[in-house]
């Protein structure tokens, strides 16, 4: 079955780094555009970064531009987002999700914390 298993999370402090991985399983990734959303208690989850099927093009939220970089390794089936330069309102629960076939298949994964807090 399909599977989306995001691991990395964790507290942090300001001005710390993380790196967010996502490991895939039960569908072709290589074919599979990927992205990565966060939500905070009492928001509305938001696309952070995205990243196209063969890794060529990126996009990003302009709260995280310069600060966050999504990559992926598909000889692994993992998206990873790595994160510097935290800041407390970049605490959130951050989701991967999988986007295949024009859209027509959509996965989501179970999310991982992430906490920056002095």
């Known amino acids: 079955q399909v599977q989306l298993v995001e691991s990395g999370g964790g507290l942090v402090q300001p001005g710390g780094s993380l790196r967010l991985s996502c490991a895939a399983s039960?569908?072709?990734?290589?074919?599979?555009?990927m992205r990565w959303y966060r939500q905070a208690p009492g928001k509305e989850r938001e696309l952070v970064a995205a990243?196209?099927?063969?890794?060529?093009?990126?996009n990003y939220a302009d709260s995280v531009k310069g600060r966050f970089t999504i990559s992926r390794d598909n000889a692994k089936n993992t998206v990873y987002l790595r994160m510097n330069s935290l800041k407390p309102e970049d605490t959130a629960a951050y989701y991967c999700?999988?986007?295949?076939?024009?859209?027509?298949?959509?996965?989501w994964g179970q999310g991982t914390q992430v906490t920056v807090s002095s």
């Open positions: 039960g569908f072709t990734f290589s074919s599979y555009a």
């Open positions: 990243i196209s099927s063969a890794g060529g093009s990126t």
């Open positions: 999700r999988a986007l295949g076939d024009f859209n027509r298949y959509d996965y």
